[in-house]
């Protein structure tokens, strides 16, 4: 999008969709412009004749789709395979400092966690200091709004250091070196994890942290502001940071937070859905992927060290078992989930004795449960 807005200011146009229409990109006119950054192939021709640029080269500008049909299409961004809404082409933002170095748009910028630049220190900009808009792609100029202020003169509003550790993280993984700067230390827990996978996760987090549900979460978050966008991720980052101890805080909000809405949790009859709400059904939805494993093995062994007498349902209180003061129950059915495993599995486990078991009823039903230690071994083990 960068390369046609210089190319729109090189010759004089009103605007970017001048160079699409003449390119007969966006014959319908009714398509977005930045669509373009996801364009096939096959409908670039027009634009590279016109722009005297190579077929090739113009496609390794755009986000390409990677070949194959996986449920959720997946794009190119510097060489790592992306979900599309991470790659926010609609919503530029721009680094001032970098554009009075040199006057393009930096392609990196269009990723939606991208919210600050680690060269400058300083925080993207998606709304004009002056007139308050949006800024848009539809300008003369690439340095100037359509209000005429010249954005190299925005106000400097730097970022500690904590506020930009994700933007170096997103640097190295994208191969993009920062000047001056060696590479990054990585948090522990998520240093190996891909692109998509860290965002997939911190989005995950950034839902929960504002009580969003985990299926809707990265939709809620992008709606908002590229600054307090900053502010969000910051904070989801730094709950893998000092881990687990970050985490377990982290737990303990989210549980706290949980006791204040009122939930039909009926629907896993589980008590650790009650507890942590949607954050325990997107352990195993949201992060089922393997690679998110860690997460789900601290929170088994979460479990295990806050001595969670309430693990048992409320009816069971005024049923007292003999060891409660020091052990805490899971669910057979929680048991499955915490640990990957299945049914005949845990079945297996329970008979040669390697999962604990208690059985209590209610009404008709048989409900049985297994130690929280026991799970947390076995997961150690499987
Ligand atoms: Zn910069
Ligand atoms: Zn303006």
């Given at each position: 999008?960068?390369?046609?807005?210089?190319?729109?200011?090189?010759?004089?146009?009103?605007?970017?969709?001048?160079?699409?229409?003449?390119?007969?990109?966006?014959h319908e006119g009714t398509r977005p412009a930045y669509i373009l950054a996801f364009e096939a192939p096959e409908r670039l021709t027009g634009l590279a004749q016109l722009a005297g640029i190579n077929l090739i080269e113009l496609i390794q500008l755009t986000h390409q789709r990677l070949l194959g049909n996986p449920s959720?299409?997946?794009?190119?961004?510097?060489?790592?395979?992306?979900?599309?809404?991470?790659?926010?082409?609609?919503?530029?933002?721009?680094?001032?400092?970098?554009?009075?170095?040199?006057?393009?748009?930096?392609?990196?910028?269009?990723?939606?966690?991208?919210?600050?630049?680690?060269?400058?220190?300083?925080?993207?900009?998606?709304?004009?200091?002056?007139?308050?808009?949006?800024?848009?792609?539809?300008?003369?100029?690439?340095?100037?709004?359509?209000?005429?202020?010249?954005?190299?003169?925005?106000?400097?509003?730097?970022?500690?250091?904590?506020?930009?550790?994700?933007?170096?993280?997103?640097?190295?993984?994208?191969?993009?070196?920062?000047?001056?700067?060696?590479?990054?230390?990585?948090?522990?827990?998520?240093?190996?994890?891909?692109?998509?996978?860290?965002?997939?996760?911190?989005?995950?987090?950034?839902?929960?942290?504002?009580?969003?549900?985990?299926?809707?979460?990265?939709?809620?978050?992008?709606?908002?502001?590229?600054?307090?966008?900053?502010?969000?991720?910051?904070?989801?980052?730094?709950?893998?940071?000092?881990?687990?101890?970050?985490?377990?805080?982290?737990?303990?909000?989210?549980?706290?937070?949980?006791?204040?809405?009122?939930?039909?949790?009926?629907?896993?009859?589980?008590?650790?859905?009650?507890?942590?709400?949607?954050?325990?059904?997107?352990?195993?939805?949201?992060?089922?992927?393997?690679?998110?494993?860690?997460?789900?093995?601290?929170?088994?062994?979460?479990?295990?060290?806050?001595?969670?007498?309430?693990?048992?349902?409320?009816?069971?209180?005024?049923?007292?078992?003999?060891?409660?003061?020091?052990?805490?129950?899971?669910?057979?059915?929680?048991?499955?989930?915490?640990?990957?495993?299945?049914?005949?599995?845990?079945?297996?486990?329970?008979?040669?004795?390697?999962?604990?078991?208690?059985?209590?009823?209610?009404?008709?039903?048989?409900?049985?449960?297994?130690?929280?230690?026991?799970?947390?071994?076995?997961?150690?083990?499987?």
């Amino acid at each position: 999008m960068g390369y046609f807005l210089r190319l729109t200011e090189k010759n004089g146009y009103d605007s970017l969709s001048w160079i699409f229409q003449m390119a007969d990109v966006n014959h319908e006119g009714t398509r977005p412009a930045y669509i373009l950054a996801f364009e096939a192939p096959e409908r670039l021709t027009g634009l590279a004749q016109l722009a005297g640029i190579n077929l090739i080269e113009l496609i390794q500008l755009t986000h390409q789709r990677l070949l194959g049909n996986p449920s959720t299409p997946l794009h190119y961004f510097f060489g790592q395979p992306v979900t599309q809404d991470l790659i926010r082409s609609n919503r530029p933002k721009i680094c001032p400092d970098c554009l009075s170095e040199s006057p393009y748009c930096r392609r990196v910028w269009e990723l939606s966690a991208l919210t600050a630049c680690p060269t400058h220190r300083r925080l993207l900009i998606d709304e004009c200091p002056k007139c308050k808009r949006q800024i848009s792609w539809s300008r003369k100029i690439v340095t100037v709004c359509s209000c005429k202020f010249d954005w190299r003169e925005s106000p400097a509003s730097s970022v500690v250091e904590q506020g930009l550790r994700l933007t170096r993280h997103i640097y190295q993984l994208c191969g993009l070196p920062v000047a001056g700067e060696a590479q990054p230390k990585l948090p522990e827990p998520i240093s190996k994890l891909s692109l998509n996978d860290l965002l997939l996760a911190l989005f995950f987090v950034a839902g929960q942290q504002r009580g969003f549900s985990a299926a809707t979460s990265r939709h809620l978050v992008a709606a908002g502001k590229s600054k307090n966008f900053h502010r969000l991720l910051t904070e989801a980052y730094s709950v893998f940071d000092n881990w687990p101890v970050n985490y377990f805080r982290f737990l303990d909000q989210r549980r706290a937070q949980e006791r204040k809405v009122t939930r039909t949790y009926q629907r896993m009859k589980s008590t650790l859905y009650r507890e942590f709400g949607s954050f325990y059904s997107g352990l195993h939805s949201v992060l089922s992927g393997s690679q998110f494993d860690f997460i789900r093995g601290v929170f088994v062994e979460y479990l295990t060290q806050k001595r969670m007498l309430d693990c048992l349902p409320d009816t069971m209180s005024n049923n007292p078992i003999e060891d409660s003061l020091k052990s805490r129950y899971v669910l057979k059915s929680d048991a499955r989930r915490l640990t990957g495993a299945d049914y005949a599995w845990i079945n297996h486990c329970i008979r040669i004795g390697r999962l604990r078991t208690i059985v209590r009823s209610k009404g008709k039903k048989r409900l049985i449960f297994i130690k929280v230690e026991d799970v947390a071994k076995l997961r150690s083990e499987y």
